[in-house]
């Protein structure tokens, strides 16, 4: 959720402030090869499947559905929701047309397009049968990583402190990010919108999947921004960062993200990824703190 900027793109958004911490000169830039793209991928595929397995229970009426796709994941979870596509592929064969059909089938009953994200590492016959069966270029996004292996340590940030948040902070934790992904920075290629009630309720199925940490920084008494974590693998899922406005441009954000690489480098992931739009400030940002360009994944979209 999408930072995550929330949960707009696919759950690891990180929308930024003006940097404290910029990237070691003399780093090498982390390389992605197909493996570690395929880890990525994984992830990002059961991180969708478990949020919308929340959101299946939340609603009990059945409207959900989870289908596992040739290494990837099929996933509607409500009416206009960002869990809503097909996630993980090309990675585990491509699918054969009869589950490609059932899958269509799922999302036209329920009056949905179909969203088939594609990682540029992925097998390059993918985007041959999805253009073939009617799918559409719709946009990109970009995925980012960084070398934990070398270890990671917090950033002080003068005004700004940050903390794990508990389960009794969880409604306030989600306002304060709903707020933030509602107003989003307006750099680089427009994100796709959502309306406030869809962000809020994926914010919360996020928060409650097992083993997600939540973060919330300070700026004086006042709460200016929240953040989570996801360990799997061996990598850290930057899975949603956000600051409200009023307290944007003060460091909150490099805060955050320091703390949640401290903690995920502590835990031996030897890997942090996060998911930006092309040329947004989010991108901008995390390249200043030493994340690398791993992969582009393309959106293609089939109407309904």
Not at 33 to 59: K, N, Y
Not at 230 to 259: C, E, K, N, S, Y
């Amino acid at each position: 959720m999408p930072d995550h900027a929330g949960p707009r793109a696919s759950m690891s958004q990180e929308v930024g402030d003006a940097g404290w911490w910029t990237a070691d000169a003399e780093r090498v830039p982390l390389f992605c090869s197909a493996d570690l793209a395929a880890r990525i991928e994984r992830a990002e595929a059961e991180l969708i499947a478990r949020a919308t397995q929340v959101a299946q229970h939340r609603r009990a009426d059945g409207v959900g559905f989870v289908i596992a796709v040739a290494g990837g994941v099929a996933t509607f979870a409500e009416d206009g929701s960002p869990y809503n596509k097909i996630a993980g592929l090309g990675f585990g064969g491509v699918p054969d047309p009869a589950t490609l059909d059932d899958v269509e089938e799922a999302f036209a009953g329920r009056g949905s397009a179909v969203q088939a994200e594609v990682a540029s590492l992925a097998d390059p016959e993918l985007v041959s049968v999805l253009t073939e069966r009617g799918y559409r270029l719709a946009g990109f996004e970009n995925v980012l990583g960084r070398d934990l292996t070398a270890g990671s340590r917090p950033v002080e940030v003068p005004g700004i402190e940050v903390r794990r948040s508990g389960p009794e902070e969880l409604d306030a934790w989600v306002d304060l990010v709903t707020d933030a992904a509602v107003h989003p920075d307006t750099q680089g290629v427009p994100m796709e919108e959502f309306p406030r009630d869809i962000l809020e309720r994926a914010e919360r199925d996020s928060a409650a999947i097992d083993g997600i940490r939540r973060y919330l920084a300070l700026r004086g008494d006042q709460p200016a921004g929240g953040a989570s974590l996801r360990v799997t693998d061996g990598i850290a899922q930057l899975t949603g960062a956000g600051t409200v406005p009023a307290h944007r441009r003060h460091g909150a954000q490099t805060a955050m993200l320091a703390a949640r690489l401290a903690d995920a480098a502590a835990e031996g992931c030897d890997v942090a990824v996060v998911t930006t739009q092309p040329g947004s400030k989010s991108q901008q940002n995390v390249q200043r703190r030493g994340f690398d360009l791993l992969y582009t994944r393309a959106v293609l979209l089939k109407h309904a």
